[in-house]
C-alpha cells in the first residue's frame, strides 16, 4: 500500500521568510496530493492540492510541485506571516473519492 | 455552505462504556470518511464509505469499533466497550466524485478521553 514520509517534523521560521514541507510516496500509481492545514483544535483544511499532470501549482503565497519520476512533492509558503503557524499535513491518494495516506505532519512556527 | 457537522465536540467517559460518535457529510458528497488522530500514529483511516455502503474498513483496529451509513446524510462510528487506549480526535470527512470532483472536507472533530 501507499507509504507518505514528511519532513521536517518541525519547521521555525522568521516572519517574511519563505518555508518549505516536503513529502514522498510510495505508490506510482497515486495520481492526487492534497495539502492540509490544521489549527488547534480544528479539523485539517485543505489549501492546495496537485494532480499528477501538473508540475506545479501556485494560490497567491502557496505553491505545491511535484516529481512524478522521483515520487516527491513540496508545499512553498513564501512571504510567511504569524497565521501561518499551524501543522501541515501532505497526502496520497487515487483521484477524488478514494481515500488518502497522510504524512505525520509539520509543525510550522512562523516567529514575528 | 455548511460543512461536515460532528457530536460531540468532546466526550470523556470511563473505560467499559459504549461511545457513539455522530458525522452529518456535506449534501450531495457521496463519499465519507472515519479517521482517527493521535500523536503517535498521526492521521489514520478506518473505514470509508461510498453511497452508505462500506467500502473499506481495513483500518478498523478491532471488533470493537463499528461504522454504520444509514443514510446519505448521517454516520456513527461506535466502540464497544471502550478502553483508554482509544483516547485520540476522530474525524469524519466527505467527498464527491464524479463530474462533481471535490477534495475531502474534514470536520472539526470529536476529542474522545476514555478514563
Known amino acids: 500500500g501507499e507509504n507518505v514520509e514528511q519532513h521536517p517534523s518541525t519547521l521555525s521560521v522568521q516572519e517574511g521568510d519563505s518555508a518549505v514541507i516536503k513529502c514522498t510516496y510510495s505508490d506510482s500509481a497515486s495520481n492526487y496530493f492534497p495539502w492540509y492545514k490544521q489549527e488547534l483544535g480544528k479539523g485539517p483544511q485543505l489549501i492546495i492540492d496537485i494532480r499528477s499532470n501538473v508540475g506545479e501549482k501556485k494560490d497567491q503565497r502557496i505553491a505545491v510541485t511535484l516529481n512524478k519520476t522521483a515520487k516527491h512533492f513540496s508545499l512553498h509558503i513564501t512571504e510567511t506571516q504569524p497565521e501561518d503557524s499551524a501543522v501541515y499535513f501532505c497526502a496520497a491518494g487515487m483521484e477524488y473519492g478514494n481515500k488518502l495516506v497522510f504524512g505525520a505532519g509539520t509543525i510550522l512556527r512562523v516567529k514575528s | 455552505d455548511a460543512g461536515v457537522i460532528q457530536s460531540p465536540r468532546h466526550e470523556v467517559t470511563e473505560m467499559g462504556q459504549e461511545v457513539t460518535l455522530r458525522c452529518k457529510p456535506i449534501?450531495?458528497?457521496?463519499?465519507l470518511f472515519w479517521y482517527r488522530q493521535t500523536m503517535m500514529r498521526g492521521l489514520e483511516l478506518l473505514i470509508y464509505?461510498?453511497?452508505?455502503?462500506?467500502?473499506?474498513d481495513s483500518g478498523m483496529p478491532e471488533d470493537r469499533f463499528s461504522a454504520k451509513m444509514p443514510n446519505a446524510s448521517f454516520s456513527t462510528l461506535k466502540i464497544q466497550p471502550s478502553e483508554p487506549r482509544d483516547s485520540a480526535v476522530y474525524f469524519c470527512a466527505s467527498n464527491a466524485r464524479g463530474a462533481n470532483n471535490q477534495p475531502q472536507h474534514f470536520g472539526d472533530g470529536t476529542r474522545l478521553s476514555i478514563l
Open positions: 449534501s450531495g458528497h457521496d463519499y
Open positions: 464509505f461510498n453511497n452508505n455502503v462500506p467500502i473499506d
